[in-house]
């Protein structure tokens, strides 16, 4: 068991620029989730996967805000033009729904993709 | 809706000292609470949590949370804080409507000074 895998760790751009982060969950977890952090913040939650199916999306997540897992596995997340206002830290964590020891409850994070636009 | 509150954006200990981190819930059915630690640019790390089974919950590093349905209460606690406790701790409540997603409060961050 690798854990949440998460890249780049740090991406620096200019505005008006596109970014795409990329999240390699546990394995056996079905379910993907994408949070925001900004700084002297909890956790906010933008989207989550079941599978490939993305499931919900919060309000937070702007039309220039576009997450995606072809597959049921690895997910990215892509911002489109983008603002100041979008420098934060990405975390995607990972969790299972079956029944039985996989579904413990709790989501299990990467250690986030911090973006700063200048 | 569920959320959760944290008391006291900043807490400072001495080395040695009890550690204790107040969270407060809002739900409108029995929760599932969690404490979460974050450590600088590093991403959460589950500490313990609470699922409606015993209401005392041990965790790691030492630390445990009790739960307390009067008071909707889930605070944190260790008997003697470390210089590597120094961290950002979050409470977090489970929301409704599947998915095992996740509210998180605001967080507190932990000194500890010698």
């Known amino acids: 068991d690798t854990g949440v895998s998460q890249n780049p760790r740090h991406k620096i751009t200019k505005r008006g620029q596109n970014v795409t982060f990329r999240c390699d969950p546990i394995?056996?977890?079905?379910?993907l989730y994408w949070y925001r952090q900004t700084l002297g913040q909890g956790p906010e939650f933008l989207t989550y996967?079941?599978?490939?199916?993305?499931?919900?999306k919060s309000r937070l997540l702007s039309d220039r805000f576009s997450a995606e897992r072809p597959k049921g596995s690895f997910s990215t997340l892509e911002i489109q033009r983008t603002e100041q206002g979008d420098s934060a830290m990405y975390l995607c964590?990972?969790?299972?729904?079956?029944?039985?020891?996989?579904?413990?409850?709790?989501?299990?994070f990467g250690e986030g993709s911090r973006l700063t636009v200048l | 809706a569920q959320s959760v509150t944290q008391l006291g954006s900043h807490v400072s200990v001495s080395e040695g000292a009890l550690v204790l981190l107040r969270c407060n819930y809002s739900?409108?059915?029995?929760?599932?609470l969690f404490w979460y630690v974050q450590y600088p640019n590093q991403g959460l790390q589950l500490l313990l949590k609470?699922?409606?089974?015993?209401?005392l919950v041990k965790g790691i590093n030492g630390f445990e949370a009790e739960f307390k349905k009067s008071e909707t209460s889930f605070h944190l606690t260790k008997p003697s804080a470390h210089m590597s406790d120094a961290a950002e701790y979050f409470c977090?409540?489970?929301?409704?409507?599947?998915?095992?997603?996740?509210?998180f409060g605001t967080g507190t961050q932990l000194k500890v000074e010698l």
């Open positions: 964590a990972s969790s299972s729904s079956t029944s039985g020891g996989l579904n413990t409850g709790e989501l299990f």
């Open positions: 394995s056996e977890h079905n379910r």
């Open positions: 996967f079941q599978n490939e199916a993305q499931l919900e």
């Open positions: 739900s409108s059915v029995p929760p599932y």
């Open positions: 609470y699922t409606s089974a015993a209401t």
């Open positions: 977090a409540v489970r929301l409704t409507g599947g998915g095992n997603k996740l509210t």
